[in-house]
């Protein structure tokens, strides 16, 4: 699954994986190695009208210099996925969870949904 060029990289996308309160979340993942690579993957993955216009596309990754994130609005949910990550020792990897939101706020229960989707993408990975 790593690429051989940069054109080459492909996404492992899962679509919606749960839903609450009318808030649907989805999760992808990607071979990373550098940051040129995780800029290429979002890209990629916001070229799909539906992702580019997600409230959140909240991402992390661990590459060879260490880890990256970034919340895109959703504040600490990017350390949640990083955390989940260095567990797993799932190196040279992104994983974006993008939230379309419902209109309802979820707290804590955001941070839930997040591990959710990183978990149902990390029992879904070959690797």
């Not at 609450?20 to 040129?36: H, K, L």
């Not at 991402?59 to 880890?67: D, H, N, S």
């Not at 895109?72 to 939101?101: C, K």
Request: aromatic share 6%; with cysteine.
């Amino acid at each position: 699954m790593r690429p051989s060029d940069e054109t080459s990289l492909s996404l492992c996308k899962l679509g919606v994986v749960l839903t609450d309160r009318g808030s649907r979340y989805a999760v992808t993942g990607a071979c990373v190695t550098s940051r040129a690579e995780v800029d290429q993957v979002l890209a990629s993955l916001k070229s799909d009208r539906s992702y580019a216009k997600a409230t959140h596309n909240t991402w992390a990754a661990l590459l060879p210099t260490g880890g990256l994130k970034a919340d895109d609005g959703e504040s600490g949910a990017a350390m949640v996925i990083l955390r989940m990550l260095e567990r797993e020792g799932l190196r040279d990897h992104i994983v974006i969870v993008t939230r379309w939101y419902g209109g309802k706020k979820l707290g804590g229960d955001r941070f839930r949904r997040v591990q959710d989707a990183v978990r149902a993408y990390l029992d879904q990975y070959p690797g």
